[in-house]
């Protein structure tokens, strides 16, 4: 694993913050709203959803951002410090911010909530490291969102049974949104059931439908892509015959297209099957930008590209 060096005023910072923490309540418990502090947009919404008007919940990384290679700021030091609760997905997922992570912990609840999934429910890579994408299996995103509630509920116990009520209810919509995707995704013929993308984000949803999943990088954008990397990759297209590769919203899309034109050269005609979000959501205030409509615009995307509905 990486070392994580971070700068001594970032330290110093957060040193302050814990001192600070420690002390004072922050402005949103004094109007009570539980102030949430997420990392990525998959949880902060959901848990916004499920929380209602008795939650105050933002999150660190927007639109387009990695959480491979994210870096805290000191206004996300600010952030942090005043929360009252902090999620994380987790499984090294957001490796940079480590030990931020274990300085706020010492002052209020930090949770890394993907690390409640069975560990028999993960997926590893041919090193062992673990797959931190969790939340493209809807039932183990269920379970991880259990935790956020779980911890909710002990820090306002006077609100724990609206939050499990919420949390039922929006249960029932991801796995209505499941057998959605389950249908169409079904009718895929067999040879063509591959998802090419930039980086192995896909692991668990390739895994739920049954479809093969190629990443040019490994499970970590800080990956390097090899010429032989991409050489495999145009092979595996013309074995399947695959009709559409895709690229991501927070990666460069250069290496997909490296695909698309070497599978040309070899007389393959591959296209861009659009634009997939993996490791970040859409804008506020758009379907993709919530988690069940990023998820279906993914689910829609891959159906028409690859069964050929989109002509």
Known sequence: MKKVWIPAMLILVLALAGCAGSNEKNGSTAVGKIN????????????????GDRVQVSSLMG???????YN??????????????????????EGNMTEVFEQIGKSRPVVAISESVSEDQLLTDETGAIDPHVWFDLDLWEVSLTAAVEEMKTFAPEHAEEFENNKLKYF???QALKQEAQEKLASIPENQRVIVTAHDAFGYFGRAYDMEVVGLQGLSTEDEISVSDIDQTID??????????????????????????????????????????????????????????????NVNIIYEALAGKGE
């Open 172 to 174: 029932k919509e991801l």
């Open 236 to 297: 595996i297209l013309i074995q399947h015959q695959v009709p559409a590769v895709f690229v991501e919203s927070s990666i460069n899309p250069k290496s997909v297209e490296a695909v698309v034109e070497g599978a040309s050269s070899k007389g393959l005609d591959v296209k861009l099957g659009g634009e997939l979000f993996s490791d970040a959501m859409g804008d506020e205030g758009t379907a993709e930008g919530t988690y069940l409509g990023m998820y279906r615009h």
């Open 63 to 69: 639109p387009g951002v990695d959480p491979h290679l």
């Open 36 to 51: 949430i502090v997420t990392t990525i947009a998959q949880i902060a919404e959901p848990v916004s959803v499920i929380g």
């Open 72 to 93: 805290a700021t000191q206004g996300d030091i600010s952030k942090l410090d005043q929360a009252d609760i902090v999620f994380y997905s987790g499984q090294h997922l």
